[in-house]
């Protein structure tokens, strides 16, 4: 059933630039549906319901683990985060090609693990000291929280060989352009064309 | 050896327009080189000796056979075709970070069972009617030749499972922005960017 969706995963540790590179990916292609994930930390002052999470209780994201709504959820800063298997159903309905995922490395390695074609891309910082500045700059979070991401970033840095393609955000529009190579490379795959070489054969 | 280099091949019945898009993704690419191949068929008329094939006489031809300078050849509509492995020595004085084969499926195949690490793309045209109107329509053959090339093509059509990408040419910058998507993506597979993150990791 998931053979004909381009499933993409974008990971990266926090700073690296993904939140930005995923907004422009979804500009350039319309025909890849955003999985909006569920997660019961609270929204940041720019976050909109529905379209960058969907916000939810601590007891109700249990309750839809109880109920198998989730393909993956983990822990992660002390707050649950998980993608409904509605997602898929969604970007059908609104007759997408592809699912973006921005999840981190457990949830890449639990959607992997259940479907077979999903394709895993790491953002990476162009260095760790960058990587800081960023963490530092952008201001969405206390000294105490900035610590533990940078903390965090390494053991995501770690798990760079869970994906497929590794992209350096040193430069946005260097990056965005091997997102967007990806994103053309994955839809030429040959058993994805397989039967318009088939078609010719049979004209 | 070959790990470094981007092997590239690009493949497709005659008239799919690979030519014309071989030279712009080239244009696109200074880091490839074009290896030229070998053949002892007679130059078109726009064609340049060393820079769109060396030609070469037959027995020149068989010499090289056996001297072991080729790292694949074959005979295609009673020419030789080959690819010298001095290609590659080339490719790595020029500095350049791949190397671009244009060959048909023999050449395909005899590459990626030399080197596991070279990427095949196999160029379609949109329809067969498409394909035989082009063949006519370049004016560069007599009808005979039209006949063996269009009844040649559906042959290498068939073997396009061999390769790992297949990019319809229905229209030059559609199928131009796949080509290079795809040399984006191969460039930034995981394996060729491990020591990217293995350096964040031991910073």
Known sequence: MDDDLLLLILS????????????????????????????????????????DYHFVSESRFQAMVVEGAFAEWASVHGHYYGTSI?????????????????????????????FRSAVGVFILPPSMDELERRLTSRGL????????????ARE???????FDYIVVNDDLQHALGELRGIVHAEQARRWRRARIAEGLLSA
């Open 12 to 51: 990266s540790p926090s700073g690296a630039g993904k939140t930005t590179l995923t907004h422009r990916l979804l500009d350039d292609f319309a025909t890849l549906h955003f999985s909006v994930s569920h997660t019961t930390r609270k929204p940041r002052a720019n976050e909109v319901e529905g379209q």
């Open 86 to 114: 509605a997602e898929f159903a969604r970007a059908r309905e609104l007759g997408r090609r592809g699912v973006l995922f921005d999840v981190d490395y457990q949830g890449a390695r639990q959607i992997r693990a259940k």
């Open 141 to 152: 979070d206390d000294e105490e929280t900035i610590r533990q991401r940078f903390a965090k």
């Open 156 to 162: 995501e840095i770690e798990h760079y060989p869970f």
